[in-house]
């Protein structure tokens, strides 16, 4: 009944409305926020609601009809959800320039046992794919500091405490600059596409529509993540 009725109020202009988009950290911190701009700038009536959550706190939010549009790094579990793959991913570890694999060529991924690692909380895409590559590979984190952002993790490895692991997306900035250093680790190379994800019941509204014509429009420049 909610879906039906919020298809009958999709007839309202683009102009006006709302709309509420969720993302993933990744996306949500480093691809949307340009896009979002561009959305207000050009439909400043448009009530614009953003949430910044892990991608399985997303898709929950999805299948509840609390969102309409949601973004994450990772291929949801839901039935009830539509996904559509809309722009490549690298997920990379780094370290701080004082940190002793800063300088090293290779780093086998057993060596990455001993260290002492910034991460992700449970329920991270990003940290999930990482951590079942790790085990395929024989290895684990053992010694880890948990956190929620990203961008704190970065400012501990800055400091010098330890290792992370993001995508290449969070990263460009501080690999130009050689605050922080890309550590290659040895048979690593963790793509993925960051998908669009929508409830497969849900009518698109005129609002939606005129927000995915802005994302559509941006992927060129988006597709490359070490761009």
């Known amino acids: 009944m909610e879906r039906t009725a919020e298809a009958v109020r999709s007839h309202r202009s683009a102009e006006l ?15 949307l926020p340009d896009l979002l701009g561009q959305f207000h700038r050009r439909f ?13 706190k997303i898709e929950q939010k999805i299948v509840r009809n609390e969102l309409d549009l949601g973004f994450v790094g990772a291929h949801l579990s839901s039935e009830e959800l539509d ?10 570890c780094y370290a701080g320039p004082s940190h002793r694999f800063a300088k090293a060529r290779r780093i086998d991924p057993i060596s990455l046992e001993e260290e002492m690692w910034v991460i992700r909380e449970k329920g991270s895409a ?4 990482f951590e079942d590559w790790l085990s395929s590979r024989k290895g684990s984190i053992r010694n880890a500091i948990e956190l929620t952002c990203p961008e704190a993790c970065k400012a501990l490895v800055r400091a010098g405490i330890g290792l992370s692991f993001m995508s290449v997306h969070g990263l460009r900035s501080e690999f130009q600059a050689k605050r922080l250093v890309r550590v290659p680790v040895t048979g ?23 927000f ?16």
């Open 17 to 31: 409305g709302s709309v509420r988009i969720g993302a993933s950290t990744t996306p949500g911190f480093y691809l």
């Open 44 to 56: 400043p009536k448009v009530a614009l609601h953003y949430t910044v959550e892990n991608s399985l």
């Open 83 to 92: 996904l559509k793959p809309l722009v490549e991913d690298e997920i990379v």
């Open 126 to 129: 990003t940290r999930r794919i």
């Open 188 to 210: 690593m190379s963790l793509k993925r596409p960051i998908f669009l994800a929508r409830h497969s019941g849900k009518h698109n509204s005129p609002v939606m529509e005129s």
């Open 212 to 227: 995915l014509a802005i994302v559509e429009n941006a992927l060129p420049k988006l597709t490359t993540p070490g761009g």
